[in-house]
Every structure is written in C-alpha cells, then in structure tokens.
C-alpha cells in the first residue's frame, strides 16, 4: 500500500471537522430559539472559513513532506518543512487560525456567543463539550509535533493570545446579565487556559517535567470543561424551559423552591471556578504550575497573569449564586420548578465524573501522562 495512505490522515480530521459544523447548523437553525437564523449562519460562515483555512495549513503539511503525504505518522516522525522556517510558520498559521478559530480564542470568538445563546440547551452542551474540543485536540495532535521548530520560535506568541483569552474571556462574562450568554464567555476563558499551557511548552529551554505536566493539565482542562461547561449549558436550559428566559436579574431565591437545582447550579459553578475537590481545580493547578514552573521569564509573567482569571471567574459564578440561587426572589423564580428525573439523568453523571476526577485524578491521568510526555518530547526535538 502507498505510503501516503498507510496511517490516519489530517483530510480525515478536515472531513468531520467540517461535517460537525454542518450538523450544529441545523441543530441551531431548526431548534434554537431568539434570532436562530442569524446565529446558525454566522456560526456556519465563520467557522467554514476557519475550516477553509485549515485545509490550506494540511496542504502545506503535504507539500513539504518529503515525500509527500498525509499520513499523520509519517509526518509526526519526520516533520514536514523543517528546513523552510518560513513557510513552516505560514503553514502554522494557517493551522492555528483554522483550529483557533474552532477552540475559540481571542479574536476568533465572535462567533461562539450568539451560537450558544440561541442553540438548544442539548446543542450548546455538544457545542461546548465536544466541538471546541476538536480545535485543542488538533493543536495538540497535529500543529505541536508536525511543526515543532514553527511551534517553538512562535511559543510567546501561543502564551499571549492564550493570556488574552483567559483574561478576556472572563472579564466579558463578568459583565453579562444573561446568563446563558455568561456561560459561553467562560468558554473562551478555559479554552484560553489550554492554548496559555501549549504555548509553555514550547520554551524547550524550560524543565521537561514542567512542560509535561502543562500539557497535561491543558488536556485535563479539555475533559473537565466537557463535563462542567456542558452541565452548566443544561442548567440554563432547565431555567429557560421553566421561565422562558435568561436574564440573571429576573430570578431569584430559587434555593428556596428548588433546592435540588440549587445545589446543582452551586456545584456545577464550583467546578467550573477551579474550587478543590472538583476536577477544575485538577486542571488548572497543572496548568499554573506547568507554566510557571518552566523557568522562563515570559512563562512566569503570563501565569501569573492568568491567575487573575480565576479571580475573575470566582467573582462573576459568585455573582450568579448570590443573585439567582440566595438573592431575594425575583419575578420569574415561581415559575422555576424542581428538576426533574430526565435532567436529573443528564446532569448528574457530569458532575459525579467531575468530581471523581477532583477527588481521584490518576484515574484520568494514567491515561493523559504518557501522551503529554510523548507531545513534549516530540516538540522538544
């Protein structure tokens, strides 16, 4: 068999990366609600042209395979363009817009909050539990050990735009009174925290040990805000359901009629936050701790700087409790009913597996460690 055809290919990542774009259309288009219309077709525009983009960054990974290939194995074992610094950064650039714009980072975003506003509650829980997934699962899989010397010589680069959107991202939502729209912004806050722990390990001058355990929590951070973005995404939908909006200030005291959603809202908050005991905390302490620990100055600087998104953080879900969940009742909380078993169904095996992983995190990173160490070495090269 040829051996441009042997392994896993990144046309296949292309095909379902676009085909994911084209199934969140409809399920925006045909069960959203609010301007729909408008938000599906920006999500499709922008999102499609990202993709467009990224198809130019693997062509360019083709043609500067020697000989040329889409296998990921091949190109992984002997990365394409290694002689080229210059077209290898406009291959990674293309790479990194493309899957930037899927993650999203500051100042791709634009797109994510009407997308999640006006998506079904079940459709933003996908949205933000497994799409946005695919951009940082390409940076780590494809962008980082395809074109490590690229991926290096740009690492501050990587560390600021990861920066803004940490800071960005959580500032933005601080300033919502929707709160579904809140949510969405905190998106771009922990996505931020991942692309803030790749671009630390790239500084090959840092300790390995460090840049190990950045990676690792940036993949911890994928898996933690699936499980915790995704049940907050479905607590707003049990309020939208209930009282057919998702203005912050019309509810309140809902601990009072509905304590079980209370408790759930609390947790579920938490988690996202990066309280102990839950897996947010897992991630993010990896993440401080893998970037700043590496032992350069532009590393320490951005860590310590994106801390304050965890203060930031803290004050907006603070925010969201002391008004919703224990402020005085509002005009829309008598229409907030308990949960119910089918909700109960959805949401509560997220926030069990979040705490487990808060709780019991080898379980999760026996899993990740090995592959962190595989990624960093690879870019270490």
Same mark, same amino acid.
């Given at each position: 068999?040829?051996?441009?055809?042997?392994?896993?290919?990144?046309?296949?990542?292309?095909?379902?990366?676009?085909?994911?774009?084209?199934?969140? #259309?409809?399920v925006?288009?045909?069960?959203?609600?609010?301007d729909r219309?408008?938000?599906a077709? @920006?999500f499709?525009?922008y999102?499609?042209?990202?993709?467009?983009?990224?198809?130019?960054?693997f062509?360019?990974l083709?043609?500067g395979?020697?000989p040329?290939?889409?296998?990921?194995?091949?190109?992984?074992?002997t990365p394409?363009l290694? %002689?080229?610094?210059?077209?290898?950064?406009l291959?990674?650039l293309?790479?990194a817009?493309?899957?930037?714009? @899927?993650?999203p980072v500051?100042? +791709?975003?634009?797109?994510?909050?009407?997308?999640?506003?006006? =998506?079904?509650?079940?459709?933003?829980?996908?949205?933000?539990g497994?799409?946005? @997934?695919?951009?940082?699962y390409?940076?780590?899989?494809? =962008?980082?050990?395809?074109?490590?010397?690229?991926?290096?010589?740009?690492?501050?680069?990587?560390l600021?735009?990861g920066l803004?959107?940490?800071l #960005?991202?959580?500032l933005v &939502?601080? &300033?919502?009174?929707?709160v @579904?729209?809140?949510?969405? #912004?905190t998106s771009?806050?922990h996505m931020?925290?991942?692309?803030?722990?790749?671009?630390?390990?790239?500084?090959?001058?840092?300790?390995?040990?460090?840049?190990?355990?950045?990676?690792?929590?940036?993949?911890?951070q994928?898996v933690?805000?699936?499980?915790?973005?995704g049940?907050?995404?479905?607590?707003?939908?049990?309020? #939208?359901?209930?009282?057919?909006?998702y203005?912050?200030?019309?509810?309140?005291g809902?601990a009072?009629d509905?304590p079980?959603?209370?408790w759930?809202? %609390?947790?579920? =908050? +938490? =988690?996202?936050?990066?309280l102990?005991?839950?897996?947010g905390f897992i991630?993010?302490f990896?993440? +401080?701790a893998?970037?700043?620990g590496?032992?350069t100055a532009a590393?320490?600087?951005t860590?310590?700087s994106?801390?304050?998104?965890?203060?930031?953080t803290?004050a907006?879900f603070?925010?969201?409790l002391h008004?919703?969940v224990?402020?005085?009742?509002?005009?829309?909380?008598?229409?907030?009913?308990?949960?119910?078993r089918?909700?109960?169904?959805?949401? $509560?095996p997220?926030?069990?597996?979040?705490?487990?992983?808060?709780?019991?995190?080898? $379980?999760?990173l026996?899993?990740?460690?090995p592959?962190?160490a595989?990624?960093?070495?690879?870019v270490?090269r």
């Amino acid at each position: 068999m040829p051996r441009a055809v042997r392994g896993p290919r990144p046309l296949l990542f292309f095909v379902f990366f676009d085909l994911s774009i084209v199934g969140m #259309y409809f399920v925006i288009l045909l069960w959203g609600h609010g301007d729909r219309s408008r938000s599906a077709l @920006k999500f499709f525009l922008y999102t499609f042209l990202g993709s467009l983009v990224l198809l130019l960054g693997f062509i360019g990974l083709y043609l500067g395979a020697a000989p040329h290939t889409f296998d990921m194995v091949e190109l992984t074992r002997t990365p394409p363009l290694a %002689g080229s610094p210059g077209l290898a950064a406009l291959t990674l650039l293309a790479v990194a817009v493309g899957l930037g714009i @899927k993650t999203p980072v500051v100042p +791709f975003h634009t797109w994510l909050s009407p997308a999640h506003t006006d =998506a079904p509650a079940a459709g933003s829980a996908i949205l933000a539990g497994v799409m946005l @997934k695919m951009g940082t699962y390409g940076l780590v899989r494809i =962008a980082m050990p395809m074109l490590p010397d690229a991926w290096r010589r740009y690492a501050l680069v990587i560390l600021i735009v990861g920066l803004v959107s940490v800071l #960005y991202g959580a500032l933005v &939502a601080l &300033a919502q009174d929707n709160v @579904k729209r809140l949510v969405a #912004y905190t998106s771009v806050n922990h996505m931020g925290y991942i692309v803030l722990a790749l671009g630390a390990a790239g500084y090959t001058s840092g300790g390995a040990d460090a840049r190990r355990l950045a990676v690792t929590g940036a993949v911890t951070q994928m898996v933690s805000h699936g499980l915790v973005t995704g049940a907050l995404f479905l607590l707003c939908g049990v309020l #939208y359901e209930r009282a057919g909006s998702y203005d912050l200030g019309r509810f309140g005291g809902i601990a009072g009629d509905a304590p079980v959603l209370a408790w759930l809202i %609390g947790i579920a =908050a +938490f =988690a996202s936050l990066g309280l102990p005991g839950l897996s947010g905390f897992i991630a993010e302490f990896q993440i +401080f701790a893998g970037t700043i620990g590496t032992g350069t100055a532009a590393t320490a600087v951005t860590g310590a700087s994106a801390i304050l998104g965890i203060l930031i953080t803290a004050a907006l879900f603070l925010r969201v409790l002391h008004t919703a969940v224990l402020g005085p009742p509002g005009e829309l909380t008598p229409r907030v009913t308990e949960v119910r078993r089918p909700e109960l169904a959805a949401l $509560v095996p997220l926030l069990a597996l979040s705490l487990l992983i808060g709780v019991a995190p080898r $379980v999760l990173l026996d899993t990740i460690e090995p592959l962190s160490a595989a990624v960093v070495a690879l870019v270490g090269r």
